[in-house]
């Protein structure tokens, strides 16, 4: 009876593996290639961090509303003491 039980836990510990790699390798085997504007575009449809908060492209350029820093119009800036105002005024 012990014997057929480890029989049994060994060929689970072979199988599980193998299903698993078979499962992940079946997954992967033709990926789905597409531009970096559909992939983004899919990415917010699913639940990506979109741009909100931030008015930049995903390379890094500054969009239509962003000043010269980079900052949306509507950003804060914090000064050296940690306080946060409206950007242009200084405190």
Do not use: C, H, Y
């Given at each position: 009876?012990?014997?057929a039980?480890?029989?049994?836990?060994?060929?689970?510990?072979?199988?599980?593996?193998?299903v698993l790699y078979?499962?992940?390798?079946?997954?992967?085997?033709?990926p789905t290639?597409?531009?970096?504007?559909?992939a983004?575009?899919?990415a917010?449809a699913?639940?990506?961090?979109?741009?909100?908060?931030?008015?930049?492209?995903?390379?890094?350029?500054a969009?239509?509303?962003?000043?010269t820093n980079g900052?949306a119009?509507?950003?804060?800036?914090t000064?050296?003491?940690?306080?946060?105002?409206?950007?242009?005024?200084?405190?």
């Open positions: 009876m012990v014997a039980l480890l029989v049994f836990v060994l060929l689970l510990s072979v199988l599980v593996p193998l078979l499962l992940i390798s079946n997954e992967i085997a033709n290639l597409v531009d970096r504007e559909t983004e575009r899919e917010k699913q639940g990506g961090l979109g741009t909100r908060g931030r008015d930049r492209d995903a390379d890094g350029r969009g239509p509303s962003a000043d900052r119009s509507g950003d804060t800036e000064n050296s003491w940690g306080v946060q105002s409206p950007r242009g005024q200084r405190g």
